[in-house]
């Protein structure tokens, strides 16, 4: 749902409170309104459970509650753990839901965005978590650059399974050749896109065919990363946009998943890497000062032409992270701050 002016009651724009005509004038020209003017670009996002009952409600909030045009569909397995009664609690606010047997999850997902029309495309699984900035955040970078076709998070936040705090992790980017060579997320590789993070334009979906290859039962957005880098870089964001929740169910599938990036990855190398675009987008809040002295931070988009500029960083990165704690211990020892 889009934020409109107070002095509003519509949706149309057109019922205004008594006597409020001048000052809701002042309030659509006024810069800050720039914020809260619906926007056209309408997000699809498809939530796939099967007996989540005890994380279903909290992640579909976590959607219901964003601030932008939404159409967000629920597809569950044929659940008998409530997770049915869950979702009908709130289906006056859902596109479409239903609950029956399937495929599994990515046939769930395939199926639900066929009920989709929106620009933006995203799943969420019901385990997980949108924040609260997470979808505003991914319209205003999709309309500042329409050049972006995909994006994703550099900060991948985590939870326990109730839900608190558990781990912040952090790299320096991503692009298709790097994922070409099993750098991001490859077999014995950890440096993963985090699937909960990635959105995309449906020109980019159509473009792979409008599905997800039910081949990969469980590393099918691995899948889909490989088809999309084909078309185009990620832009890879400084902000989290969403937590994935560790719980026994997700550690399940971890063995089939690897053994399913291993097969994706062999397919992928089959191919020319000079298939793969090169280069890296890398989208950074940015501070602009004026002559004044005035500031303002934005979204700006920064575009590599080759990964050098990627592979020394995250060389610098990944050094910087194993020297830190014994660096702090030495520097600490000699400056006396702690007695061992």
């Known amino acids: 749902m889009a934020l409109r002016p107070p002095c509003l009651k519509s949706a149309d724009n057109t019922e ?193 065919g409008g599905s997800i290859d039910l081949r990969h039962a469980s590393a099918g957005d691995y899948w889909l990363w490989s088809r999309f880098f084909q078309h185009a870089n990620v832009a890879s964001v400084e902000a989290p946009l969403a937590a994935f929740r560790f719980h026994d169910a997700a550690k399940s599938v971890h063995s089939r998943y690897e053994a399913e990036v291993a097969e994706i990855t062999r397919e992928m190398q089959a191919l020319p890497e000079s298939s793969f675009p090169d280069g890296s987008l890398h989208v950074i809040r940015w501070r602009d000062t004026d002559a004044a002295g005035n500031s303002r931070t934005r979204w700006k988009l920064e575009k590599r032409a080759t990964e050098s500029f990627l592979d020394a960083s995250t060389t610098v990165d990944h050094l910087i992270k194993k020297a830190r704690w014994p660096a702090t211990k030495i520097l600490d020892r000699l400056l006396g701050l702690t007695r061992f």
């Open 16 to 208: 205004f409170k008594g006597g409020q005509r001048l000052e809701c004038l002042f309030w659509i020209l006024s810069p800050v309104s720039l914020w809260f003017i619906p926007s056209d670009m309408l997000f699809s996002i498809v939530t796939p459970s099967f007996n989540q009952s005890s994380y279903l409600l909290a992640t579909m909030e976590s959607v219901l509650s964003q601030e932008v045009d939404l159409e967000y569909v629920v597809m569950d397995g044929g659940s008998t753990d409530g997770s049915r009664e869950i979702i009908e609690s709130r289906s006056k606010r859902l596109s479409y839901w239903e609950s029956g047997k399937d495929a599994g999850q990515y046939d769930a997902i395939n199926r639900g965005f066929k009920k989709t029309t929106g620009e933006i495309m995203g799943w969420l699984n019901s385990s997980d978590l949108y924040l609260p900035w997470t979808l505003g955040t991914v319209r205003l970078i999709f309309e500042t650059y329409p050049e972006i076709q995909w994006l994703t998070s550099t900060m991948k936040a985590c939870l326990t399974p109730d839900g608190t705090f558990e781990n912040l992790w952090s790299n320096t980017g991503f692009s298709a050749r790097r994922f070409y060579r099993g750098q991001h997320g490859g077999p014995g590789n950890t440096d993963f896109l985090q699937q909960e993070s990635c959105f995309w334009r449906r020109s980019l979906w159509e473009k792979i």
